[in-house]
């Protein structure tokens, strides 16, 4: 949904846009490389970018586990330290199709 210029995308869990009916990727980081290419997708379809991202709300299955190796995968899709989305992260019980990862996203416009 659009608002006032920024993009709220809500959680997209790591489904594979190819092959919806399969089950989610093994570890971690292959999960978080499918929820950022949905992502992607769709940002990219409404005419924004990730690189714009303000806010990001991250949601773990297993936290203590999961968390360094989902932020490899997060620091290859928001490279520049200095212009990091505000972010929280939450580790939870369970999450959808019994994934390792949820991500929602805020996008702005460039410039804004």
Same mark, same amino acid.
């Given at each position: 949904?659009? $608002?006032? =210029? ?16 399969? !089950? ?25 970018? @990730?690189?714009?991202?303000? $806010?990001?709300?991250?949601? @773990?299955?297993?936290?203590?586990? +999961?968390? !360094? ?8 899709? $928001?490279? +520049?330290? +200095?212009? @990091?989305? !505000? ?5 939870? !019980? ?9 991500? +929602?996203?805020?996008? =702005?416009?460039? =410039?804004?």
């Amino acid at each position: 949904m659009e $608002f006032n =210029g920024l993009l709220h995308i809500t959680g997209q869990l790591p489904i594979d846009p190819k092959r919806p009916d399969a !089950a989610p990727a093994a570890t971690i980081g292959e999960q978080a490389d499918l929820v950022f290419l949905n992502l992607s997708i769709i940002a990219e379809e409404s005419g924004f970018n @990730l690189s714009n991202c303000v $806010f990001a709300r991250i949601y @773990l299955r297993n936290f203590e586990q +999961d968390y !360094a190796g989902f932020n490899a995968a997060y620091d290859r899709y $928001f490279p +520049d330290a +200095d212009r @990091l989305p !505000a972010r929280t992260t939450v580790g939870v !019980a369970m999450l959808g199709r019994n994934a390792l990862v949820e991500v +929602d996203l805020v996008v =702005g416009q460039p =410039g804004s």
